[in-house]
């Protein structure tokens, strides 16, 4: 199903539609979910914060969890910290803060497994599978895998892409640098005249779209 929000004078509204013909499989009356930390999903649930109430006021983390033509709210936890971003895979929800810390949370429960404190300043999570976990900063580049990594960059739109064990990062205006996934070490860098968003990734590869040299 596609999963859709509403804003409503309560709250907020999740829509479940039917890919088939655009009918509601189910609705949901949730607390306002927070406009700028995207939601994320796995096979079982969706994921998101609330709002806080007040300007920069962290809210609470909700787990909806769904099948079929139902849905309730799974666990919902206060965060005790502003979070800027989400990510979920492997049964795990990673929660970056603003003071820089990664949150591990268990999908279940909504238990913090872990908080592992990455940088000094605000911290977004880019991307998680279940053997890598990348965030960024404004200085830096954080990789989680069989070894913690950080590589340094205070290009602001880093535009972090993942693919073929590669972490691939903007760098500067006209630099992409490939990082090894496991280690953070640089293996290759593409400098030219990049096209904004011009990274793409499919099963067997990458493209790195530049524009035509001489305009």
Known sequence: ???????????????????????????????EIASM?????????VYFVTTGGAVGAAGE?????FGGDSSHIRWRKPVGKTVTSLRTAAGRLYAATTTGDLLTIDTKSGDVLKTTHL??????????????VVASSATAIYGLAKKQWQYPSRFARKNVKVAGGLVLV????DEIVALDADTGLPLWRHSGK????????TPNGLFIADE???L
């Open 194 to 201: 990049l096209v904004a968003n011009g990274v793409f990734t």
């Open 61 to 65: 983390l909700i787990a909806v969890e």
């Open 212 to 214: 035509p040299l001489g």
């Open 170 to 173: 903007r760098t500067a205006e």
């Open 1 to 31: 199903a596609l999963l859709l929000t509403e804003l409503t004078t309560q709250g907020s509204r999740l829509h479940a539609l039917d890919l088939a013909d655009g009918s509601d499989d189910w609705t949901l009356d949730v607390p």
């Open 37 to 45: 930390v995207a939601p994320t999903r796995d096979e079982n649930g």
């Open 119 to 132: 940088d000094s300043g605000t911290l977004g999570v880019d991307y998680a599978d279940a053997n890598l």
